[in-house]
């Protein structure tokens, strides 16, 4: 059975980072057993902390204030991911923009609160909300140059109506989040082609 290495990145509260570790580490599909790594977080005060420590996995921070450049900041993280031996890096949650040198270096997705191409950046959950679209959603994209701008792999929507309170929608998108990042995960690495 093939094992497939990945890391998770995350810089707050860490709900997806716990359902992945939940749904993916050590366990065992079709044609792999997923292996989590390493968990990386740029914010030593995390919430996302204490939930990776409670499956075993200590998480490795690189504080990004520490560093003079975005560059020199990926510089670093770049080498952490590579050492670690992961094929595949998961965005959960980061919050940072990524500069071309991990781009170049890195196969990476990214889960984002919005049906992009709407809604890029860091405000999307409210944009979407405030938005007069009767339809909302989530996407998983491969991580490019571009913010937010990778190509799509995976999205799932929902329908937003006129009685749903902003904290009913923001639930609304962490339910289906939950369950899209793991499913997405599980697909991009459990192929025949893989064995
Ligand atoms: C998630 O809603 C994720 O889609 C969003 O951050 C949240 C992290 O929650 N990511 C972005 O906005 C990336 N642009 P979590 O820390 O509980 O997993």
């Known amino acids: 059975m093939v094992i497939r290495k990945i ?4 810089s707050g509260t860490g709900s997806n980072l716990e359902k992945l570790l939940e749904t993916l580490h050590r366990k ?6 997923i292996d989590v790594v390493c968990t990386i977080c740029n914010r030593p005060n995390a919430q996302g902390i204490e939930k990776s420590r409670s499956f075993g996995i200590e998480p490795i921070i690189i504080d990004h204030t520490l560093f003079e450049s975005r560059e020199a ?3 670093i993280l770049v080498k952490t991911i590579l050492q670690s031996g992961a094929e595949l890096t998961v965005l959960a949650g ?4 990524l500069t071309p040198y991990f781009t ?3 196969k990476a997705i ?5 049906l992009l191409p709407l ?4 405000n999307a959950i409210k944009e979407s909300y405030d938005s007069t679209l009767k339809v ?3 996407s998983v994209h491969y991580v490019s140059e571009e913010l937010d701008g990778g190509e799509i792999i995976a999205q799932r929507s929902f329908e937003k109506t006129s009685s749903m309170s902003f904290e009913e929608f923001e639930a609304k998108i962490h339910a289906l989040e939950h369950t899209l990042l793991p499913e997405t995960v599980i697909n991009l690495l459990n192929r025949r082609e893989y064995e």
């Open 7 to 10: 890391a998770i990145l995350f």
């Open 119 to 122: 809604f890029k950046g860091s």
């Open 73 to 75: 900041f990926d510089k």
């Open 94 to 97: 980061f919050m940072r923009f």
């Open 136 to 138: 909302a959603g989530i």
């Open 28 to 33: 065992t599909f079709e044609h792999c057993t």
């Open 104 to 106: 170049q270096h890195i």
């Open 110 to 114: 990214n889960l984002h609160p919005s």
